[in-house]
């Protein structure tokens, strides 16, 4: 499966501890990543400063389901079952 592009969900439901240019201590869940532009698009993707946790991230039917308010919904889901 591709990316849908303009969901941003992978860019604000789940919390990302390690640094991103212009939030060095990572983002807390359900904020949204600086890099997240109006368009809902990674300014990094592609780029060696993108965190290796966004790199790793695969688009896939079960996360991201048929809509964008579906992956929102799994991914807050993902979020707080892993949460500690």
Known sequence: MSCRL??????????ITSPIPGMPSG???GERCVQLN????CMLFGQP???????????????CGDNDEAAMFNLTLL??????
């Open 6 to 15: 303009g969901c941003g969900a992978c860019c604000i439901a789940p919390s």
């Open 27 to 29: 983002k807390p869940a």
């Open 38 to 41: 109006e368009d809902n698009l």
């Open 49 to 63: 400063q993108r965190p290796a946790l966004c790199d790793a991230f695969k688009a896939c039917a079960s996360v």
């Open 79 to 84: 979020e707080q079952a892993t949460a500690s």
